[in-house]
């Protein structure tokens, strides 16, 4: 009997990282996972977790004490909208996955280990190409002349070229995802770094029918959301296939974030208005433009948003509910 591969996910405890623990292991692969903490809301399905901290060198040398098949880097410091354009975290945002992401490329190295995924963010687009937000421009090869709309923007472009050079000069083999806006159960929703849907789907779930939800903005900026998923099998279409990326993993489906509203609602079953106050929004328009996952992969999404949508409300509610 073939010796099952072994992999490593840097940022198995946090939302993402735990379902694609949770595909890895239905695939049957053996799994180290390690993070600052353990996954929230469930136990983490790893045959192996190891709680440290990525920043430390010595910490990821003794979570790298081995060559894996494969290793997924996650880990990042990072949130939404709320936590990302205040510009108040930015520093450590920078510092954080920098530092994260140089520690473990510098590991894998000495391991010689080959394939490593690193998840880029669709925040790394320019600023200038999302200001319509009809009409967003996201296709892999807008990124340059580089001009993201925040600190974590920047901090994802530099770490995608980090591990290309590594490629380059290294032999590493990276995968590169830019990943646009991932929702689904167990995820952040009330801790301040919850993304859109999910800042949503409590809302909503807190509110009683005839009552309104607070929206920053005036609600029609643009966004494409993404279920879990449908992200964690474009991360193993990507990884075992020969292309490196940088490619978008996201959906095409758009919706300003008014209609976003309207469809947890509907979910819901309430009748709720929308108050729209200032807040963070980042850019004006963005949606994943697929055609080079298409066309690469022969593969893109097709989860529909409100499809997504009713298991992420159903758990939410459940997690208002219990923490009420």
């Not at 849907?197 to 029609?220: F, M, N, Y």
Request: glycine share 10%; charged share 25%; aromatic share 10%.
């Amino acid at each position: 009997m073939a010796e099952r591969k072994r992999v490593l996910v840097c940022g198995a405890g946090g939302f993402i990282g735990h379902h694609l623990v949770r595909r890895l292991k239905a695939e049957g692969y053996w799994v180290r996972g390690t993070d600052l903490k353990f996954p929230e809301y469930s136990e983490t399905d790893a045959d192996d977790f190891v709680v440290g901290d990525l920043r430390d060198q010595a910490f990821v040398a003794r979570a790298v004490d081995q060559r894996f098949d494969e290793v997924y880097q996650l880990a990042a410091d990072m949130g939404g909208a709320g936590y990302i354009f205040t510009g108040e975290n930015d520093a450590d945002v920078m510092h954080n996955s920098a530092t994260i992401n140089l520690n473990v490329l510098d590991a894998c190295h000495k391991r010689n280990i080959k394939r490593i995924f690193y998840t880029s963010s669709a925040c790394m687009y320019p600023e200038h190409n999302q200001l319509d937000p009809d009409n967003p421009n996201c296709a892999e090869d807008s990124a340059y002349p580089a001009a993201p709309d925040s600190e974590y923007g920047w901090e994802k472009l530099f770490s995608e070229r980090l591990y290309l050079a590594y490629g380059r000069n290294h032999g590493i083999e990276p995968r590169v995802a830019r990943l646009h806006n991932i929702f689904g159960p167990e995820g952040s929703w009330r801790d301040g770094r919850e993304k859109a849907p999910a800042a949503i789907c409590r809302k909503v779930a807190t509110a009683q029918s005839g009552g309104e939800v607070e929206i920053w903005g005036d609600g029609l900026q643009t966004r494409s959301f993404l279920y879990v998923d449908e992200c964690v099998e474009g991360f193993l279409r990507l990884m075992h296939s020969d292309f490196q990326g940088p490619v978008n993993i996201g959906s095409d489906e758009m919706v300003t974030i008014n209609s976003l509203v309207d469809i947890v609602s509907s979910i819901a079953g309430k009748e709720l208005r929308k108050n729209h106050i200032p807040g963070p929004q980042g850019v004006r328009g963005r949606n994943s433009d697929n055609q080079l996952i298409a066309q690469k992969l022969g593969w893109q999404p097709s989860t529909s948003l409100a499809d997504g949508l009713k298991p992420t409300y159903d758990w939410i509610e459940k997690q208002v509910f219990a923490n009420s």
